[in-house]
């Protein structure tokens, strides 16, 4: 039903930047919240950012200050402008979506991941 693709992921020095992209498609009748998470080996996948369908948002600890979560509603894509980025920042980055569908259930939709590699 609900289609999430994450993009934008990519090998950078520590201090640079990168904006990965979330593009959500499919049988959607609405987008509520939108958020970025993370995922190391071995470890649990933690919330990084969220954004809210009016436009609150949320970071965790290590990233405010750094990145920006924003949303474009009229293309269903969410993004996260990474800037300063930190080696410890290294983790594949995954996209979530909670949608109503066309068929009016919900769905928490999630993309397969892009990596983001931060070299010191």
């Known amino acids: 039903q609900v289609q999430v693709v994450e993009s934008g992921g990519g090998l950078v020095q520590a201090g640079g930047s990168l904006r990965l992209s979330c593009a959500a498609s499919g049988s959607i009748f609405s987008i509520n919240d939108m958020g970025w998470y993370r995922q190391t080996p071995g470890k649990q996948r933690e919330l990084v950012a969220s954004?809210?369908?009016?436009?609150?948002?949320n970071y965790a600890d290590s990233v405010k200050g750094r990145f920006a979560i924003s949303r474009d509603n009229a293309k269903n894509t969410v993004y996260l402008q990474m800037n300063r980025l930190k080696p410890e920042d290294t983790a594949v980055y995954y996209c979530?979506?909670?949608?109503?569908?066309?068929?009016?259930?919900?769905?928490?939709?999630w993309g397969q991941g892009t990596q983001v590699t931060v070299s010191s």
């Open positions: 954004i809210t369908s009016g436009g609150s948002t």
């Open positions: 979530n979506a909670f949608c109503r569908s066309r068929l009016g259930d919900y769905v928490s939709a």
